[in-house]
């Protein structure tokens, strides 16, 4: 039976995460607004998670929000994972260099997973989730920042229209990203009760659209598709690109905008005691009485 296509060329990326490793505290701001934003969750959450991991940890970013946080006497044992060697050698602690799509960890041992912008480069996203959940224990917690659809809108869109304009055709040259459409759906396909997802759209103002350029390459979020173009972007459609993005996404304030979606999903394992959904119909209290307004059959517009 054929597995899942292959999207992503992992090793690529390995590589480029080694490449982006020492470096990669100077580009670290999307990591540190996911790792952060996860921190407040677990705050919120009147719970211990006696052995946690965190699934990409590049640096050890979440660990070092975690430590100057509240939620921090919340869990006695973090086990950090990273595809990059390099990355994990900058972080502290307890660590292990492991491909997030093949986890290390036995059914049922850990307490908690997260993972901040890492498993969007998963070419079996659902294969992974449900490798999370099995290492949960029952009524375990996973919490996942992804890149969502909306990242690099702007540089996806010059890129296309310059190598159009200058080859006739282009290829894909700035990853796929998770739809937020699709995200609780994934949580429940992969046997997580309880799935919320939630987005954080981030607006970067840049100096230059190469700074940008820049950027990603000291995160390690270069272009590893399979199927990425063969051809490399010439010196002329890069200059083309850039001249687009300079006139359509130009602020006020001379610098230019970059988007970065991301898509905070939340799932835990099942568990019996856990609360259940109500079953349709079965509600006691009218919605429409709950907000003290007038009932009106499907198709009646309101009046104005």
């Given at each position: 039976m054929a597995g899942p296509p292959l999207i992503f060329d992992r090793r690529l990326h390995a590589r480029r995460l080694q490449r982006a490793g020492p470096g990669f505290a100077a580009a670290d701001f999307l990591k540190q607004r996911a790792a952060g934003d996860i921190v407040e969750r677990l705050e919120a959450i009147n719970r211990r998670f006696p052995l946690s991991a965190d699934l990409g940890a590049r640096d050890g970013t979440f660990a070092r929000a975690l430590a100057a946080s509240e939620a921090a006497d919340k869990i006695d044992t973090l086990v950090q994972t990273d595809l990059s060697p390099a990355m994990l050698?900058?972080?502290?602690?307890?660590?292990?260099a492991a491909d997030e799509e093949r986890l290390p960890f036995a059914d049922e041992s850990l307490d908690l997973v997260v993972s901040s912008l890492a498993l969007h480069w998963a070419n079996d996203l659902v294969g992974t989730l449900i490798q999370v959940r099995r290492a949960l224990r029952p009524d375990g917690l996973f919490i996942g920042a992804f890149l969502g659809g909306s990242t690099l809108m702007e540089l996806r869109a010059c890129l296309v229209e310059a190598e159009v304009r200058l080859r006739g055709g282009a290829g894909p040259r700035v990853s796929?990203?998770?739809?937020?459409?699709d995200a609780p759906g994934l949580l429940q396909r992969a046997g997580f009760a309880l799935p919320v997802a939630d987005t954080d759209l981030v607006s970067v103002g840049y100096e230059h659209p190469l700074k940008l350029l820049a950027d990603l390459r000291a995160m390690g979020e270069t272009n590893a598709l399979i199927d990425r173009p063969r051809q490399p972007l010439t010196?002329?459609?890069?200059?083309?690109?850039?001249?687009?993005?300079?006139?359509?996404?130009?602020?006020?304030?001379?610098?230019?905008?970059?988007s970065f979606e991301i898509l905070t999903l939340t799932g835990w394992a099942p568990h019996p005691d856990q609360q259940k959904p109500l079953r349709p119909g079965s509600a006691k209290t009218r919605l429409a009485d709950a907000l003290h307004t007038r009932e009106r059959p499907a198709g009646e517009r309101a009046g104005g």
């Open positions: 050698a900058r972080s502290q602690g307890l660590r292990i796929p990203f998770l739809d937020v459409a010196r002329s459609m890069l200059q083309l690109a850039v001249d687009l993005y300079l006139e359509r996404h130009a602020r006020p304030d001379g610098r230019v905008t970059a």
